[in-house]
């Protein structure tokens, strides 16, 4: 399963994050994995993907960096997977 992870830099300061990842790694959990990440402009958010069959994983994750900043966790289906359902299920009216 996809997760997209919104992560809140502490003061829109992503120095701590940097320094944390450099000097103690990501702390990916075995069967979590990283999938890639962007960043706001103004530091704000992180948006993160990431893909595991179990959510525990991500909390433990979180633990590993939550004094640093807040997260949000949104489950999430790949647009080309959505499609494929969704037009599965189109009935043509004309």
Request: net charge negative; hydrophobic share 40%; charged share 35%.
């Amino acid at each position: 399963m996809l997760f997209m992870i919104i992560e809140r830099f502490k003061d829109c300061d992503p120095k701590p994050i940097y320094r944390h990842l450099r000097d103690k790694g990501r702390g990916l959990p075995e069967g979590l994995k990283y999938i890639d990440s962007w960043i706001e402009p103004n530091f704000d958010r992180c948006f993160q993907l990431m893909e595991c069959e179990d959510a525990r994983l991500i909390q433990e994750w979180i633990l590993h960096w939550g004094d640093l900043a807040s997260f949000e966790i949104v489950p999430v289906v790949p647009s080309k997977q959505t499609r494929e359902l969704v037009e599965s299920k189109l009935v043509d009216t004309e």
